[in-house]
C-alpha cells in the first residue's frame, strides 16, 4: 500500500499534462498508465495553437519544436474548380496560428520526460486501476494490479482521465447524457507512395468519407462508415473495401490491407456527465465528455480542462483541504465550453455528416462561399473554434518556466 496526494488515472493528454503541471505546482502527483508505452497508432495527431501556446508556458515548446511535424494553416473547399479557404488559423492571434500534426506518442513521451525531471512526479506504467478505495462515501484511491502484482493507491484525490470507456467513472456510478451518432470510425495504416499533405476537409464516396493523417513512411487513416455498419460492411470482402480505397486514394498502396484485422473498429460517442465529481473523485477529458472527431478537438478540450483543474486545484491540494466544492468549481469551468463544442457537433452532425453517410457530397453551402470570398476575416471565426476553443485555459503560474 502506497500513498500520493493526487492520483492520476490514464497516461492520454489530460492525465500526463494535468500529472506535469500539480508536480510542478508542489503537489505529490502518481500517473497511472495501463500500457508500457505510448505507442497506440489510432489516436488523434493535433497538437491545436492553444496546446502550443501551453508548451510555451511551460518552457517546453522548444524541445516540441524539435520532434518535427507538419502544420495545417488552413482548410479549404474546392468550388467550381477552385479552392475556397473555409477555416484559416493564420488569423488567429496566437504565437503559433497553425494546427501541428504530431504523432501523439511523441507528444505524451515529451510531457512524461518534464515530468520525470520534477521530483512530485511518479509515472507508473503498466499499471492497471482495477477498481476505487472508499472510505463510506468518499473515494480514497484505486486498487490496481502491475507486473509487480496487485496493490493500492491511497490519495486525497482521484482523478479519472481514462476515456469514454472509463472504468473509475463506471465505479463511481456516475451517469453520462449521450447524443445521437451518425457514423464510426475504421482506423488503418497504408503506405504511402508519394508525399501528401493532411487536410481537415474529408474526401467522400456515396455513404463514406475518410481523413488521411500522413507520418513517416505511411498513412494513418479515418475511415468514416454509417453508424453501426461494421459487421455488413466488412461481410462484403476486401476486394470491394480495395476498390472503394483505390478511388479515393489512388496514391496509397491499398494492397498491403492483406486481412480485416488491420481494419480497428472506433464505436464514435458523443456524451458528457451530468456531474463529472463525486467526493474525492474528478472526471476530466474523455472521461468528463466523449467528442466526435469533427473538428478534431478532443484532445485540445481535455487539455484545457486538465490545465483547468490543475490552476483551480493546486492550492486546494496543497492545503490538503479539497472539497466537493472545488471539484464543482472545475465542472462549472469548463461546462460551458465542453456544452458548447458539443453542440456545434451535433449541428454538423446532422447538417453535414447524416447526409453524407446518407450519399450527399460534401459542399459547403452556396452563401457561406460568397460571404467568405467576400469577407475573409470571418474564416478566423471556425478557426477560434477549431484551434483555440470556447474557453481558452492557461497554465497555473506555478508551473511555468
Not at 492553444?50 to 511535424?69: A, N, P, V, W
Not at 479539497?322 to 449541428?347: F, H, K, M, N, Y
Request: glycine share 8%.
Amino acid at each position: 500500500m502506497s500513498d500520493t496526494t493526487c492520483a492520476i488515472v490514464g497516461g492520454g493528454p489530460a492525465g500526463m499534462m494535468l500529472g506535469l503541471i500539480l508536480a510542478r505546482c508542489g503537489i505529490a502527483v502518481t500517473v497511472m498508465e495501463k500500457h508500457a508505452d505510448f505507442l497506440r497508432d489510432f489516436r488523434g495527431d493535433t497538437v491545436h495553437p492553444s496546446t502550443m501556446r501551453m508548451l510555451d508556458e511551460l518552457g517546453l515548446f522548444g524541445e516540441f519544436d524539435k520532434i518535427g511535424y507538419s502544420k495545417v494553416e488552413k482548410a479549404e473547399f474546392p468550388v467550381d474548380g477552385r479552392p475556397v479557404t473555409l477555416v484559416d488559423f493564420r488569423r488567429l492571434r496566437q504565437p503559433h496560428p497553425y494546427v501541428a500534426m504530431v504523432p501523439q506518442w511523441d507528444f505524451l513521451d515529451l510531457l512524461a520526460d518534464a515530468g520525470r525531471d520534477e521530483p512530485n512526479f511518479t509515472l507508473r506504467m503498466q499499471t492497471e486501476v482495477t477498481g476505487l478505495l472508499r472510505d463510506g462515501e468518499r473515494i480514497t484511491g484505486v486498487r490496481y494490479t502491475s507486473p509487480d502484482g496487485d496493490g493500492e493507491l491511497h490519495a486525497e484525490l482521484t482523478v479519472a482521465c481514462d476515456g469514454r470507456t472509463s472504468l473509475v467513472r463506471r465505479e463511481a456510478g456516475l451517469s453520462t447524457r449521450d447524443y445521437p451518432v451518425p457514423f464510426d470510425v475504421w482506423w488503418f495504416r497504408l503506405p504511402r507512395n508519394e508525399d501528401g499533405q493532411y487536410s481537415l476537409i474529408p474526401r467522400t464516396a456515396p455513404g463514406r468519407a475518410l481523413i488521411m493523417i500522413p507520418r513517416t513512411g505511411y498513412f494513418q487513416v479515418a475511415y468514416l462508415i454509417p453508424k453501426g455498419s461494421d459487421r455488413q460492411l466488412r461481410a462484403r470482402g476486401l476486394d470491394a473495401f480495395h476498390a472503394e480505397l483505390a478511388e479515393l486514394i489512388p496514391e496509397a498502396d491499398t494492397a498491403t490491407l492483406t486481412s480485416w484485422d488491420d481494419v480497428k473498429h472506433l464505436d464514435v460517442q458523443l456524451n458528457r456527465l451530468r456531474r463529472w465529481h463525486r467526493e474525492g473523485l474528478l472526471c476530466i477529458g474523455d472521461a468528463a465528455h466523449a467528442m466526435s472527431p469533427v473538428g478534431g478537438v478532443g484532445i485540445n478540450v481535455a487539455i484545457q480542462d486538465a490545465a483547468a483543474a490543475a490552476r483551480l486545484l493546486y492550492q486546494p491540494l496543497r492545503e490538503h483541504r479539497v472539497g466537493e466544492s472545488d471539484l464543482t468549481a472545475v465542472q462549472r469551468r469548463r461546462r460551458l465550453p465542453t456544452a458548447i463544442t458539443q453542440g456545434l457537433q451535433r449541428i454538423l452532425h446532422r447538417q453535414v455528416m447524416a447526409p453524407v453517410m446518407a450519399g450527399a457530397d460534401i459542399a459547403p453551402p452556396g452563401p457561406l462561399v460568397h460571404i467568405v470570398r467576400w469577407f475573409p476575416q470571418l474564416t478566423a471565426i471556425p478557426a477560434y473554434l477549431v484551434g483555440t476553443g470556447v474557453r481558452p485555459e492557461h497554465v497555473a503560474a506555478p508551473a511555468r518556466r
